[in-house]
Antibody, heavy 120, light 107 residues
Framework: QVQLQESGPGLVKPLQTVSLTCTVSGGSITRGPYYWSWIRQPAGKTLEYIGRISTGGRTDYNPSLKSRVTISLDPSKNQFSLQLTSVTAADTAVYYC????????????WGQGTLVTVSS | DIQMTQSPSSLSASVGDRVTLTCRASQSIRSYLNWYQQKPGEAPKLLIYRASSLQGGVPSRFSATGSGTDFSLTITSLQPEDFATYYCQQSYSSPRTFGQGTKVDVK
């Protein structure tokens, strides 16, 4: 059974770049039919799709964040990553990585989430 | 973006109750609708995909139906572990979008 685990800094200063990594175990990130996704959730609010990357490296980003987001794959480490630039307090949230099963269009496995706080 | 609207935003129920949650899409999403359960401090858990298919390992007291713009999730005989927030999510088009959630709490 695949497992995902997020890692990254818990505190970031405004206008800096936050980088998060998701380590996948129990399966290779290069095997389909999956996309590897990032989703975030501000405290007390609903979930927001950030974007995803296919096993072949094709990306899809939420237009609301597209200018600030990069998602990449590192097959050698079985990891994928999120970079979000020019962060503000509005980016404070729990960030989840998730597997998107492309055959059934569902987020079927999730990491436990990591809190990112943007504050000076 | 496709807007997902859930109702009610919260409901109070007792163990053993039958509860039904609804989700409406701002345009037709065919059957590309998923349901998730989230407990405080935890990641969401997939319950239902493609509008009515039960994810493996999910108890059969969860069922769902719908297509087009109107969908519902039913929990027959609510159990103590079912008190949580439930989200619908459309996978018809990008960006994927979620409803605002329905919180099911103890009456």
């Amino acid at each position: 059974q695949v497992q995902l685990q997020e890692s990254g800094p818990g505190l970031v200063k405004p206008l800096q770049t936050v980088s998060l990594t998701c380590t996948v175990s129990g399966g290779s990130i290069t095997r389909g039919p999956y996309y590897w996704s990032w989703i975030r959730q501000p405290a007390g609010k609903t979930l927001e799709y950030i974007g995803r990357i296919s096993t072949g490296g094709r990306t899809d980003y939420n237009p609301s964040l597209k200018s600030r987001v990069t998602i990449s794959l590192d097959p050698s480490k079985n990891q994928f990553s999120l970079q979000l630039t020019s962060v503000t307090a509005a980016d404070t949230a729990v960030y989840y990585c998730a597997r998107d099963d492309d055959s059934d269009e569902k987020f079927d496995s999730w990491g436990q989430g990591t809190l990112v706080t943007v504050s000076s | 973006d496709i807007q997902m609207t859930q109702s009610p935003s919260s409901l109070s129920a007792s163990v053993g109750d039958r509860v039904t949650l609804t989700c409406r899409a701002s345009q037709s999403i065919r059957s590309y609708l998923n349901w998730y359960q989230q407990k405080p401090g935890e990641a969401p858990k997939l319950l239902i995909y493609r509008a009515s298919s039960l994810q493996g390992g999910v108890p059969s007291r969860f069922s769902a139906t719908g297509s087009g713009t109107d969908f519902s999730l039913t929990i027959t005989s609510l159990q103590p572990e079912d008190f949580a927030t439930y989200y619908c999510q459309q996978s018809y088009s990008s960006p994927r979008t979620f409803g605002q959630g329905t919180k099911v709490d103890v009456k």
